[in-house]
């Protein structure tokens, strides 16, 4: 008897804080949301541009320091210059495809689950 | 009068903004360690954030009023986010997740007062941060994992004689990491500040005619105090996002 008044006044206070948890957090989510689907044209060119060409930077930087390093002038440059290139588009396929503006490795899977801590490596894994 | 116009378009022009003043020159071991206008605007800022969010507590209300509501708020967006992003394996982080947000974003909305200093503007001061945000994140990485750390340079299910060519790829997007991350903040708050100046300086230019540029600069600001917020909250979410794949490789 009194078990059954605790759960009902336990599930009472539940929803109550479901509700009054989803008028709290909903001024904080709608601009991420806003920001990532309506953020304007030209907010997404220059965060393509940015991860293009900081992967072509660090590929160059990166060719020119072995050259400078083993004195082969020109040759890892030429060729970090591209796999650079290649960095700056699996860079922006990631943006494109993953979390908004992840650059990392995301994999498309729900990010949505508050329990996302609970899954281990392995399990995120299989999910990928 | 052409004179005149010249020597106002030096003093006022739209980059005057972005220079470093030197206000107590110091030395330290033959480097220039003078405190700035830049280090003033970042002590200020430290000292803004500390008295919002000490004071805003201090009577700790189990019923908050508005300044304390604002702060729980803070707090609450950004503990959401880092649990969203990373899970509760990222509660330890919370500190400094909340530190970068904090900074980064005071330090954008003290830029918008007229007079003040970004210091976000600053690719200097977003590099260190994102600097700092790289290497504790890899350490942490490796700390965690060990030598599996380096297998996220090689995605699962690739095969294997695509390695020699995959794996420089994926260390070079890893390097390129702190870039993009810095470039970002920095390029947004240098472009936004830079237009304002320009559009501010034709108001005068014009005249009568100002009116037209006096409104896109008043629709500016707005959108510039939206981007200072949006792009704290970039680097905020990117952050929690390279911490999650610390912890979490892939």
Redesign the interface.
Known sequence: MKNESDKKALDALGSRLDEAKSDHIDPTRIPTKKGSEKGNALGLAFRVGVELISAVAVGTAIGWGLDYWLGTRPWFMLAFIFLGGAAGVINVYRMARGFGYAAGYQKGNSKTGSDTGARDDEGKQDIG | MMRGNKTLAEGQSPLAQFEIKTLIPMQIGGIDASFTNSSAFMVATVLAISLFLIVGMRRNALVPGRWQSIVE?SY??IA?LL????????RPYFPFIFTIFMFVLFGNLFGMIPYSFTFTSHIVVTFTMALFVFLGVTVIAIAKHKMRFFS?FM??GVPMYMAP?LI???I??????P???S??LF??MLAGHTLMKVFAGFIVALGVFGVAPWLFVVALTGLEIVIA??QA??FT??TC??L??AL???
């Open positions: 708020l609450i967006f959401n649990k969203d992003t990373v899970g509760s394996e990222g996220f995605p699962p060519l420089p790829i994926e070079i997007s890893y390097l390129s990491r870039i993009s991350l470039v970002r390029a947004n917020f949006l909250f970039v979410i990117l996002l390279y999650n794949d979490h490789l892939h």
